[in-house]
């Protein structure tokens, strides 16, 4: 069992940036890779990021490639979402969610992913 729980989320100005962290509990977590999710309002659930279990390899949605990082202490058990150059359109409810499976590759699908956390609110005013 995995419990996950972001934070991190906030007001910011367009161009500024956050950190949001996705902070877990559970012996396996070290061993999940971790996906980065956001919903807009009115808007379905989608991929932002993801980093595999070993942090050997991540992936990114097209939207936020070069401005997001996606990174991992596998120590703290923690995951991190660094935003930069934060655009209106970034605007979102940010979920973390962790996969059991040994990939290669972090997945893009919601179903791929085992646990999830309750969101962070990030909202970006233009």
């Known amino acids: 069992q995995v419990q996950l729980a972001e934070s991190g989320g906030g007001l910011v100005q367009a161009g500024g940036s956050l950190r949001l962290s996705c902070a877990a509990s559970g012996r396996t977590f070290s061993s999940c890779t971790v996906g980065w999710f956001r919903q807009a309002p009115g808007k379905e659930r989608e991929f932002v990021a993801g980093?595999?279990?070993?942090?050997?390899?991540?992936r990114y949605a097209d939207s936020v490639k070069g401005r997001f990082t996606v990174s991992r202490d596998n120590a703290k058990n923690t995951v991190y979402l660094q935003a930069n150059s934060l655009k209106f359109e970034d605007t979102a409810v940010y979920y973390c969610?962790?996969?059991?499976?040994?990939?290669?590759?972090?997945?893009?699908?919601?179903?791929?992913?085992?646990?999830w956390g309750q969101g962070t609110q990030v909202t970006v005013s233009s």
């Open positions: 969610a962790a996969d059991q499976r040994r990939t290669v590759l972090p997945s893009t699908k919601e179903i791929d992913y085992d646990y």
């Open positions: 980093i595999l279990w070993s942090g050997g390899s991540t």
